[in-house]
């Protein structure tokens, strides 16, 4: 069965780094099928899909976030990460770690969420 | 790239079929067929409940059917029961290798 777990600093002040890590059990992050992936979802909000990255190490991002997104694996401890730059309060929001299936571009396993505060 | 766009909100009774549209673009929903639908109960990681316009994964209730006609993908759900309660989101490849979500649909089984 495969789990992700999010895990990292609840809060974070504003102007600083977010940083998130996605623990994976029961699968390969370097399995060549599936991409490795971040979403959002502000409070009261949709869901806002952040970027993904492959076995690879190639990554896609969101147009609107590109700028202050890194998306990195850690392949020795089968784990990927996420890190936002400068953030602001519009950056608070529960942040989910999903396998997303290449090609066909949907997630079906997801974790649970890790809630982040941005505020000083 | 914009969000798709879906209702706020639907209800329906026990055992009654309701329908949540997904509206877009020639840009995502109206150029690919890489549409997906989520099942989300706060608090919980979301589920997914179909991929590829109308495919459900292993596992899913055949209550909930879809399907798409140009740029709008559509989510049925008959039977309801109230374990339905939950929101739903549908997301769309959007080109580029970017993903794009609605802005999510909250169902009440009244």
């Known amino acids: 069965q495969v789990q992700l777990q999010e895990s990292g600093p609840g809060l974070v002040k504003p102007s600083q780094t977010l940083s998130l890590t996605c623990t994976v059990s029961?699968?390969?992050?370097?399995?060549?099928?599936?991409?490795w992936t971040w979403i959002r979802q502000a409070a009261g909000k949709g869901l806002e899909w952040i970027g993904r990255?492959?076995?690879?190490?190639?990554?896609d991002y969101n147009p609107t976030l590109k700028s202050r997104v890194t998306i990195s694996l850690d392949t020795s401890n089968n784990q990927f990460s996420l890190k936002v730059t400068s953030v602001t309060a519009s950056d608070t929001a529960v942040y989910y770690c999903?396998?997303?299936?290449?090609?066909?571009?949907?997630?079906?396993?997801w974790g649970e969420g890790a809630t982040v505060t941005v505020s000083s | 790239q914009s969000a798709l766009t879906q209702p706020a909100s639907v209800s329906g009774s026990p055992g009654q079929s309701i329908t949540i549209s997904c509206s877009g673009s020639?840009?995502?929903?109206?150029?690919?067929?890489?549409v997906s639908w989520y099942q989300h109960h706060p608090g919980k990681a979301p589920k997914l409940i179909i991929f590829?316009?109308?495919q459900r994964p292993s596992g899913v209730s055949t209550r909930f059917f879809a399907s798409k006609s140009g740029t709008t993908a559509s989510l049925t759900i008959s039977g309801l029961q109230a374990e339905d309660e939950a929101d739903y989101y549908c997301?769309?490849?959007?080109?580029?290798?970017?993903?794009?979500f609605g802005g999510g649909t909250k169902l009440t089984v009244l």
């Open positions: 590829e316009v109308s």
């Open positions: 990255v492959f076995t690879s190490g190639n990554t």
């Open positions: 020639g840009s995502e929903v109206g150029n690919y067929n890489h």
């Open positions: 029961g699968d390969s992050i370097t399995n060549g099928i599936y991409y």
């Open positions: 999903a396998r997303l299936r290449g090609y066909y571009y949907y997630m079906d396993v």
């Open positions: 997301s769309s490849y959007a080109g580029g290798s970017t993903l794009v």
